[in-house]
């Protein structure tokens, strides 16, 4: 019954590999988002979606591309991993779009890129 | 430039009053502030939210002077298991920003 869940716990990849990491979330939330936490485990948001639509997209490079096909998950694709792409990636959901909504974690991928 | 800071890390010893404060002197009318609380290989999870005086739940409380400029997170006689990293995130509804700090990590000794 794990309310967010994140596909896989743990990627290992070679540089210039195309990956993805898949969420999904049960609890009836409209919106969804992606954060990546560096290794001195600073939070940054990247993406959020609400309803399948892109609400948040910030300066992240084009490699990195969302996918919403419908309100319950949330996939990440990365193009051409660099090594500077490791790290862990959470996605999250909150009820509604909102800046005081609260927000639900996943437990997180550990992106490895060697 | 919207801008949270808290200190990096922080020691306490089990049955102690601990505060952590976090800074946001860019926040807004209408902004709020959350913290969440993250263990080692998990997801930040939802500790506490206010936007303006003190809140107070189950396991924290929230204190937010007047000026909004600076909140603090107050965890009443904490144990080993409160041994954490604590985030700040302030949402910014000018812009759909969303903030954290760069988090605090709390340990606690017996």
């Given at each position: 019954d794990t309310a967010v869940s994140q596909t896989p716990?743990?990627?290992?990849?070679q540089m210039g590999n195309d990956k993805s990491i898949k969420c999904e979330q049960n609890l009836g939330h409209d919106t969804m988002y992606w954060y990546k936490q560096d290794s001195k485990k600073f939070l940054k948001i990247m993406f959020s979606y609400n309803n399948k639509?892109?609400?948040?997209n910030e300066?992240?490079?084009?490699?990195f591309s969302p996918k919403s096909p419908d309100k319950a998950?949330?996939?990440l694709h990365i193009n051409s991993l660099e090594l500077g792409d490791s790290a862990v990636y959470f996605c999250a959901s909150s009820q509604d779009w909102g800046p005081s909504l609260e927000q639900f974690f996943g437990p997180g991928t550990r992106l490895t890129v060697l | 430039l919207a801008k949270t800071t808290q200190p990096i890390s922080m020691d306490s010893y089990e049955g102690q009053e601990v505060n952590i404060t976090c800074s946001h002197n860019n926040i807004a009318t209408n902004d709020y502030i959350t913290w969440y609380q993250q263990f080692p290989s998990q997801g930040p999870r939802f500790i506490i939210q206010g936007y303006k005086t003190k809140v107070t739940n189950e396991v924290a409380s929230l204190f937010i002077p007047a000026d909004r400029k600076s909140s603090t997170l107050s965890l009443p006689r904490v144990s080993l298991s409160d041994t954490a990293v604590y985030y700040c995130l302030v949402g910014f509804n000018q812009g759909g920003k969303l903030i954290f700090g760069q988090g605090t990590e709390l340990s606690v000794k017996p």
């Amino acid at each position: 019954d794990t309310a967010v869940s994140q596909t896989p716990k743990y990627l290992v990849t070679q540089m210039g590999n195309d990956k993805s990491i898949k969420c999904e979330q049960n609890l009836g939330h409209d919106t969804m988002y992606w954060y990546k936490q560096d290794s001195k485990k600073f939070l940054k948001i990247m993406f959020s979606y609400n309803n399948k639509e892109l609400i948040i997209n910030e300066t992240v490079p084009n490699r990195f591309s969302p996918k919403s096909p419908d309100k319950a998950h949330l996939n990440l694709h990365i193009n051409s991993l660099e090594l500077g792409d490791s790290a862990v990636y959470f996605c999250a959901s909150s009820q509604d779009w909102g800046p005081s909504l609260e927000q639900f974690f996943g437990p997180g991928t550990r992106l490895t890129v060697l | 430039l919207a801008k949270t800071t808290q200190p990096i890390s922080m020691d306490s010893y089990e049955g102690q009053e601990v505060n952590i404060t976090c800074s946001h002197n860019n926040i807004a009318t209408n902004d709020y502030i959350t913290w969440y609380q993250q263990f080692p290989s998990q997801g930040p999870r939802f500790i506490i939210q206010g936007y303006k005086t003190k809140v107070t739940n189950e396991v924290a409380s929230l204190f937010i002077p007047a000026d909004r400029k600076s909140s603090t997170l107050s965890l009443p006689r904490v144990s080993l298991s409160d041994t954490a990293v604590y985030y700040c995130l302030v949402g910014f509804n000018q812009g759909g920003k969303l903030i954290f700090g760069q988090g605090t990590e709390l340990s606690v000794k017996p």
